[in-house]
């Protein structure tokens, strides 16, 4: 049985990340999952949140939004809409996109596309807990 396994994750733009980890584990449209080396044939879409690994006992952190993972021959890939490693994410950018989407629900209660804002302010959020859960393992 192998002990690790390779994670790769791919958005239209670039190649995010490609290594071999102890453990993934992604949010899943229907809830997280988790995946260990040599898991069976798995495929699931993804919604709003932070992905994890484990790589020599430390966890490192990425976002990702919208996408699919798939799990196949003892790798994991990531075809993800967006996705940004921790360190990659601009805090300042994501605290003015919640503010944006605050300012809409307070100016624009009649007009506003909820589930649109909403999705915004989810993205925003996700990315700031991204790089905090990244800076307190100490790897972003
Ligand atoms: P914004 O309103 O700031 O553009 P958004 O959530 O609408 O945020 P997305 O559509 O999710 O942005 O992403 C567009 C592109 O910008 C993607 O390439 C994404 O990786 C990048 N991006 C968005 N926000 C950030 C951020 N805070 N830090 C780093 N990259 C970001």
């Known amino acids: 049985m192998a002990n690790t396994l390779k994670i790769e994750i791919v958005t239209p733009d670039r190649k995010v990340l490609s290594e071999e980890v102890d453990y993934v584990g992604a ?11 040599s898991h069976v044939p798995f495929l699931s879409a993804l919604g709003i949140g932070n992905l994890y690994y484990k790589q020599n006992g430390k966890a490192y ?69 991204c790089q905090t859960s990244g800076k307190s393992a100490g790897t972003c």
Request: charged share 30%; aromatic share 4%; proline share 2%.
């Open 61 to 129: 952190y990425v976002f990702v939004a919208g996408g699919f993972a798939e799990v196949n021959n003892n790798k994991v890939t990531i075809l993800a809409e967006v996705a940004e490693k921790a360190s990659e994410i601009d805090t300042a950018r994501a605290q003015k996109a919640i503010e944006r989407a605050e300012e809409r629900v307070a100016k624009a209660k009649e007009k506003i596309d909820a589930a649109r804002n909403q999705a915004a302010l989810r993205r925003a959020i996700t990315r700031i807990s």
């Open 27 to 37: 949010p899943g449209i229907l809830g997280e999952f988790g995946i260990l080396p």
